[in-house]
């Protein structure tokens, strides 16, 4: 069985917050978020895509070719498997602006 790490995030813009929850595997094929309340990304779930130390936040459609991501979160550059709970970090989201998240939980396997 291929290993998944999940990780829970708080974000926050513009005084309003969500809670954000991201799987990501080993192996190709399990990267995806889900968000609530949808409003505050625009989407209830989508994939997840990797750019040097930011995470897009995508649809799930299937393609990234050309999509815009719902938001990105921008991670410090010792990854976010060894990021520590509490930390605070920088976010961009298409519907509020400039952000932050705070990593509220993980599981790294």
């Keep these: ?3 998944v790490s999940s990780f829970s995030f ?3 813009a513009q005084g309003r917050t969500a809670k954000l929850h991201i799987k990501v ?4 094929g399990i990267e995806d978020w889900r968000c609530y309340p949808p409003d505050f990304l625009g989407a ?5 895509a990797w750019r ?3 995470i897009g936040l995508f649809s799930d459609s299937g393609t990234l070719q050309g999509a815009f991501a719902y938001g990105i979160l921008v991670i410090p550059e010792i990854g976010l498997d060894n990021v520590p709970i509490g930390t605070v970090g920088d976010a961009r ?3 509020w602006g400039n952000g932050k998240w705070i990593l509220k939980n993980k ?3």
């Design 44 to 48: 209830t779930k989508g994939t997840v």
């Design 52 to 54: 040097k130390n930011e």
């Design 10 to 12: 708080d974000l926050e």
């Design 107 to 109: 599981l790294v396997s």
């Design 25 to 28: 595997g080993a192996e190709p």
């Design 1 to 3: 069985m291929a290993s």
């Design 93 to 95: 989201f298409e519907n």
